[in-house]
C-alpha cells in the first residue's frame, strides 16, 4: 500500500517541494528513509513512531519505506514529520484521506504527538501557493506567520491526534490571525534625542537615512558612534507592506518570528570575530548571514577595522550587487540583502588618536589598523563623519532635536527621490549615468568641476559628491545642487587617501 | 661629470663591515647611540681588534683576499655603483668628518653627488611614530625645499623620513642615506619609495649590496646625513630619539640646526622644542631654512593662498587652534554645522586645509593673505 503527501525543505530562505512516498508492505519490521536526508530528517523514524504509538495509532510492523523526492535534493530539518505521520497513517490504512495529495504539511513531531513549530513557515505556505496546493496543515505556533501568505489555507493543529477529527470534517481549525506587519519602529525605540551636541554627526545620519548612503564614523571609544547607529533605524522611512512581507520571510526562515516581528527595519551589529561565511551567509545546506537579516534595514559593523579581511572583502560584492550568490555543489542559491551599511571605527588601536600625547600604538600598527579603512569595503562607503568627544556643556544640555522631526524630513527627500528615480529607490543607488543627469546650479556646477581638473577627485569620488549633493539638495527641497549643498557633500565625503 | 670610482681598498673596508655587522652589534649594544660612529674612526686593524679579537686575523685575511672582479661584479649586479674617498665624485663635504665612510656605495644617479655643496643639501630627520602634523610639514618641506633646487637628504626610515622623501621625489632631488645595502629596501613597506627614490634619485650607503641592516648601522649613517648637508632640521622627536643623534653629529661638524616648533604637550615635539631652546634655527617653512643656508631673501619662495571673506577666516582660524573635527570647529567658530561643513571643503579646494581619511583636518603650509592681528 502505498500513499504520497507533500512537504517542503528549506533551503537559505525559500521552500523546496518535496514529495514524501510510504510504502508499507509484507516483510521484516523495518522502518527506513531514502532520499539524502540528514540527521535530523533520519531520526524523524524514532519521532513518528512515538508519536504514533502515543496518539493511539498503531504503529505497522511490517516493511516500511519512505522516499522522499527528488532524490537528488538534500532535505535537512525536522519539518518532515507531519507529512511521514500522516502518509504512513494513509498507507496502513488507519486513516482515509483521499484528499491527502491536494495538501501540504510542514511540522516537527514530539514523542506525545503534539506538534512543534518549525522554521520558514511562511515561505512554505507560499511555496504550497505556488504549487497548487488547496491549504497547508502547520504547527498551531506557527499559524499565525503563515497566515501571511496571501491565496491559501492555513490549517493549524496542535497535535498528531486532531488528524481524523480534520478529514472526517468534524473539527474545523478557525484560520489564524496573520501576524500584524510592522512598518514603524516600535513604541519606546532608542531615540534620536539622545544624541546631544554633535550637530555634523546628526546632518550626517540624516544625509545617510535620506540618501540610504553608507556611513562611516570615526573617532575615540565613548563619543557616541554606537549610539548614534542604534538610533539610525528610528529616522528611517517606514518598510512598505511589500518590503515588510520579505522582512518576515527572511526573519521566518530563521526562526526568529516566534514572537513576532519586533517592527520597523532590522538593525543588525554582528559582532567583530565573525566569519565571512557568518556575515554573507553560508554553510551546506546555505543558512542566511547577518547581510541577509540585515535585508531593507541597516548593517552595523562596530569597530570596523577589528573585522577579519576576509570577511569585510566578502561583503563587497553583496553590497554593490544588493544580494548574496552562495554557490554550492547543488547549485547557486541568492539571498536577498539590500541594507545599508553603517561602520564605526576608532582612529588608532588604542583609540585616543594620534593626535592626543598618550597615544601609543606603533606607526605600523596604526597604519595596519587604518589599512581596514582605505581597503576595498571602504570603497562603497559614501559618507565619513569624524566624531570627538561632546564637550560637558554638550552631554549636560538639552536633548536633541527627536527622532520623529527628523524622521519626516528623510521621507520627504525620500518622496523626491522616488518621483525622480522611480518608486523604492533612493540617492545611493543612482547609476553614474543617473548622477550626470542631476540638475545643478552652475556655482555647484563650477565648484565640482573645478576640484575634479585640480585632480583632487577620482572619477567615481566625483560621482560619490554628486549623489551626496542630491541628498541634501532634496533634504532641503530644492530643485537643483546649490553651492552650498555641493560644498558640503564634498565636505562629507569618504576621503579616498589619507 | 666624474665617474663614479673607487679604490679597493676602500671598496674591501666596506664589505669588512658587513662582515663585522653582527661583532659591532654585540660590543655596540645597549650604547648603541654615540658609539658606533667612534667605531667607525678606527683602522680596519683597530677595528677587527676591538669588535672581533679572536676571528680577526681570520677575518682581515680574507678581506684582503677578496678579488676586485668579484666586487665589482656583486655591484653591477645589485645595479650599483661606488665612490671612494680618493674620487672626484666623492662629496667634500664628507671629508670634513673624521669618521667619514672610506666608500660609498649608490644605486641611483650618481649625478645627485657630483660636486654637492653642503650648502647645497638639506637633511630633514625626525621622528619614526610622527604626528599628522609633523607628517604634513616633513611632506611640505620636502617638496619646497627640492622644488627651490636644494637636495633633500633623509633616512627613509618610517613617519617623517619618508614624508620628507616623498614631498622631495615629487619635485625634484632626493638622496636616501641606507643602513643597510643600497639595494635593500627597508623597512620592506617603503620598497616603493626606495624604487622611485633609486629611479629619480640616489640611495647610498657605506655597506655594500645586500648587506642587512643593524642596530649599529642606523647611527652610523646618521653621521653622514648630517655631513653631507649645511643644515639639518629636525621635524618632529622625542626628547631621547635618534634623530637627535644626527643633530649632535651635525653640531660637532659645524652644521646649522633647524627645528620645527610643536606644541609643548606633544612628546614628539620635545626635542625639536629642546633645540630651539638651546638657539636652533626656527623652522615654520621652506623659506626660514633657505633665509639661514643662504642668507636672508637670496632665494625666495613665491606663494601665497587666495584671499578669504570673514567666516571662512573664523574656520581657518579654528582649526589653526587645533580644533580638527567638524563639530568642534562649527563650535569653535559659531557656525551650524553645515555651514562650518561647507566653509571646511571650500578652505580644502583652496589648499589651506587637508583632510586625513579619519575625516579630521589640519592646517596645511600655505600662508593666509589675511594680515595677523595682534
Known amino acids: 500500500m502505498l500513499a504520497t503527501a507533500r512537504t517542503f525543505t528549506l533551503d537559505g530562505i525559500s521552500a523546496r517541494p518535496v514529495r514524501v512516498e510510504v510504502d508499507v508492505h509484507r516483510g521484516l519490521p523495518n522502518f527506513t528513509i531514502v532520499g539524502l536526508p540528514d540527521a535530523a530528517v533520519r531520526e524523524a523514524r ?28 538534500r532535505k535537512a530539518g525536522p519539518g518532515m514529520d507531519l507529512a511521514i505521520a500522516a502518509a504512513l497513517l494513509s498507507a496502513s490504512g488507519q486513516l482515509e484521506w483521499e484528499g491527502l495529495a491536494r495538501v501540504a504539511l510542514a511540522g516537527e513531531l514530539a514523542l506525545d504527538g503534539s506538534t512543534r513549530s518549525i522554521q520558514g513557515a511562511l515561505a512554505m505556505a507560499e511555496a504550497a501557493r505556488e504549487s497548487g496546493a488547496e491549504a497547508i496543515v502547520l504547527p498551531a505556533e506557527n499559524g499565525a506567520e503563515a497566515a501571511l501568505a496571501e491565496g491559501i489555507e492555513v490549517v493549524p493543529v496542535e497535535a498528531l491526534g486532531q488528524l481524523p477529527a480534520l478529514v472526517a470534517e468534524e473539527w474545523e481549525p478557525a484560520r489564524p490571525q496573520s501576524l500584524p506587519l510592522q512598518l514603524d519602529p516600535p513604541l519606546g525605540a532608542p531615540d534620536l534625542a539622545d544624541l546631544r551636541g554633535q550637530p555634523h554627526l546628526r546632518h ?28 539610525l533605524p528610528s529616522i528611517l522611512p517606514p518598510l512598505a507592506p511589500v518590503e515588510a512581507l520579505e522582512v518576515a520571510r527572511i526573519a521566518s526562515a530563521c526562526g526568529r518570528l516566534g514572537s513576532g516581528l519586533s517592527g520597523g527595519r532590522p538593525f543588525r551589529a554582528p559582532h567583530h570575530t565573525i566569519s565571512a561565511a557568518g556575515l554573507i551567509g ?38 554593490e550587487a544588493g544580494e548574496v550568490a552562495i554557490s554550492r555543489a547543488g547549485g547557486q542559491r541568492s539571498l536577498p540583502c539590500r541594507f545599508m551599511l553603517v561602520a564605526a571605527a576608532n582612529p588608532c588601536p588604542c583609540g585616543r588618536g594620534e593626535t592626543d600625547p598618550d597615544c601609543s600604538c606603533a606607526p605600523h600598527h596604526v597604519q595596519r589598523y587604518q589599512g581596514k579603512l582605505s581597503g576595498a569595503l571602504a570603497d562603497r562607503i559614501d559618507v565619513l563623519a569624524a566624531v570627538r568627544q561632546p564637550s560637558a556643556a554638550e552631554i549636560g544640555g538639552a536633548p ?48 565640482l568641476a573645478d576640484l575634479y581638473a585640480r585632480q583632487r577627485l577620482s572619477g567615481r569620488a566625483h560621482d560619490r559628491a554628486l549623489r551626496l549633493a542630491q541628498t541634501i539638495a532634496d533634504l532641503e527641497g530644492a530643485e537643483r545642487i546649490g553651492e552650498e549643498q555641493m560644498a558640503q557633500a564634498l565636505q562629507m565625503r569618504r576621503r579616498d587617501r589619507g | 661629470m666624474a665617474e663614479p670610482t673607487a679604490c679597493l681598498e676602500c671598496l674591501r673596508r666596506s664589505w669588512l663591515l658587513a662582515a663585522l655587522g653582527p661583532y659591532i652589534e654585540k660590543i655596540a649594544a645597549g650604547e648603541v647611540g654615540r658609539r658606533s ?38 655591484l653591477l649586479l645589485a645595479e650599483c655603483w661606488a665612490c671612494c674617498r680618493h674620487g672626484d665624485l666623492y662629496p667634500d663635504s664628507l671629508r670634513d668628518a673624521p669618521d667619514a665612510p672610506w666608500a660609498l656605495i649608490g644605486r641611483g644617479s650618481p649625478q645627485l653627488l657630483d660636486g654637492l655643496e653642503p650648502f647645497e643639501a638639506v637633511t ?55 643602513g643597510c645595502g643600497p639595494d635593500v629596501a627597508y623597512p620592506a613597506s617603503h620598497r616603493s619609495l626606495w624604487r622611485r627614490i633609486c629611479e629619480v634619485g640616489l640611495a647610498i650607503s657605506e655597506l655594500p649590496p645586500g648587506a642587512t641592516p643593524w642596530r649599529w648601522t642606523f647611527p652610523a649613517r646618521n653621521r ?72 636672508p631673501g637670496r632665494q625666495q619662495i613665491e606663494h601665497r593662498g587666495p584671499e578669504l571673506d570673514s567666516a571662512l577666516e573664523a574656520v581657518l582660524t579654528a582649526v589653526e587652534s587645533g580644533h580638527s573635527s567638524c563639530d568642534a570647529v562649527a563650535t569653535a567658530a559659531g557656525l551650524p554645522g553645515p555651514a562650518a561643513a561647507s566653509a571646511l571643503a571650500r578652505l580644502e579646494l583652496l589648499g589651506y586645509l587637508t583632510c586625513s581619511s579619519l575625516g579630521t583636518y589640519s592646517r596645511t603650509l600655505l600662508p593666509s593673505t589675511t594680515p595677523v592681528s595682534l
Open chain 1, 46 to 73: 524514532e519521532r513518528v513512531r512515538a508519536a504514533l504509538v502515543n496518539c493511539g495509532f498503531e504503529f505497522p510492523l511490517r516493511r516500511i519505506v519512505v522516499n522522499l523526492a527528488p532524490a537528488s535534493l
Open chain 1, 204 to 231: 550626517a545620519l540624516e544625509v545617510a537615512a535620506a540618501g540610504g548612503h553608507s556611513l562611516l564614523m570615526v573617532g575615540p571609544p565613548g563619543a557616541g558612534k554606537s549610539l548614534a547607529a542604534s538610533r
Open chain 2, 124 to 178: 630633514i630627520v625626525g621622528a619614526r611614530r610622527a604626528t599628522s602634523y609633523g607628517r604634513e610639514i616633513a611632506r611640505e618641506l620636502g617638496r619646497e625645499l627640492a622644488s627651490a633646487g636644494m637636495t633633500v637628504v633623509s633616512g627613509l626610515a618610517f613617519g617623517i623620513d619618508a614624508c620628507a622623501h616623498r614631498g622631495a621625489v615629487d619635485a625634484g632631488r632626493t638622496i636616501a642615506v641606507l
Open chain 1, 282 to 319: 553560508g554553510g551546506t545546506p546555505p543558512r542566511p548571514g547577518e547581510a541577509t537579516l540585515a535585508h531593507r534595514g541597516i548593517l552595523f559593523l562596530d569597530e570596523l577595522c577589528e573585522f577579519r579581511r576576509d570577511a569585510l572583502e566578502a561583503l563587497r560584492a553583496p553590497l
Open chain 2, 224 to 295: 653622514i646625513m648630517a655631513a653631507l648637508a649645511g643644515m639639518t632640521v629636525v621635524v618632529e622627536a622625542a626628547a631621547r630619539s635618534g634623530s637627535l643623534i644626527t643633530t649632535d653629529l651635525a653640531a660637532d661638524l659645524g652644521r646649522d640646526l633647524g627645528a620645527v616648533p610643536g606644541p609643548v604637550t606633544s612628546r614628539v615635539s620635545a626635542g625639536p622644542n629642546a633645540l630651539l631652546a638651546g638657539g636652533a634655527c626656527v623652522v615654520r617653512d621652506a623659506q626660514d631654512v633657505l633665509d639661514a643656508m643662504l642668507g
Open chain 1, 400 to 447: 536633541g532635536e527627536s527622532s520623529a522631526a527628523v524622521r519626516d524630513r528623510v521621507c520627504q527627500a525620500r518622496e523626491r527621490q522616488e518621483r525622480r528615480l522611480g518608486p523604492g529607490r533612493c540617492n545611493a543607488e543612482m547609476t553614474p549615468a543617473e548622477a550626470r543627469t542631476c540638475t545643478l546650479g552652475s556655482d555647484a556646477a563650477a565648484l
Open chain 2, 37 to 74: 660612529p667612534e667605531l667607525l674612526r678606527l683602522s680596519n686593524e683597530d677595528l677587527v681588534e676591538v669588535a672581533a679579537p679572536k676571528v680577526g686575523e681570520q677575518m682581515l685575511a680574507r678581506n684582503a683576499a677578496l678579488p676586485e672582479e668579484r666586487l665589482v661584479e656583486e
